[in-house]
């Protein structure tokens, strides 16, 4: 069973930059899909983004599209979330997810993670 670590977090200004890690205790990650997830005070959790196993395929929700970039380094097992251009509305606390029965794109349903980190606090002040 994987487990997952996120880091990274923190208090930005408006336009700022943020860069997430998610460091897996397994080998077996480089075979994980891996999504990004984020929940505000009083809101569902969200997709915000996903990255295939190896071909590195990504997927983003319109409203971060542009905005943020997610990578991984298998080598590392560790996959990363960079944030630009930060907005008020982005402060959540963030999660990575990973399953390792999961085909096509990263999903965008919480249901269909097997696996979840403790989440880190992004917070965005205006």
């Known amino acids: 069973q994987v487990q997952l670590a996120e880091s990274g977090g923190g208090l930005v200004q408006a336009g700022g930059s943020l860069r997430l890690s998610c460091v897996a205790s397994e080998w077996a990650f480089r075979f994980y899909i891996v999504g990004w997830f984020r929940q505000a005070p009083g809101k569902e959790r969200e997709f915000v983004g996903g990255?295939?196993?190896?071909?590195?395929?990504?997927r983003y929700a319109d409203s971060v599209k542009g905005r943020f970039t997610i990578s991984r380094d298998n080598a590392k097992n560790t996959a990363y979330l960079q944030m630009d251009s930060l907005k008020p509305e982005d402060t959540a606390v963030y999660y990575c997810a990973a399953d390792g029965a999961m085909r096509g794109p990263p999903a965008t349903s919480v249901d269909a993670y097997a696996y979840w980190g403790q989440g880190t606090q992004v917070t965005v002040s205006s």
């Open positions: 990255i295939g196993q190896s071909d590195g395929r990504t």
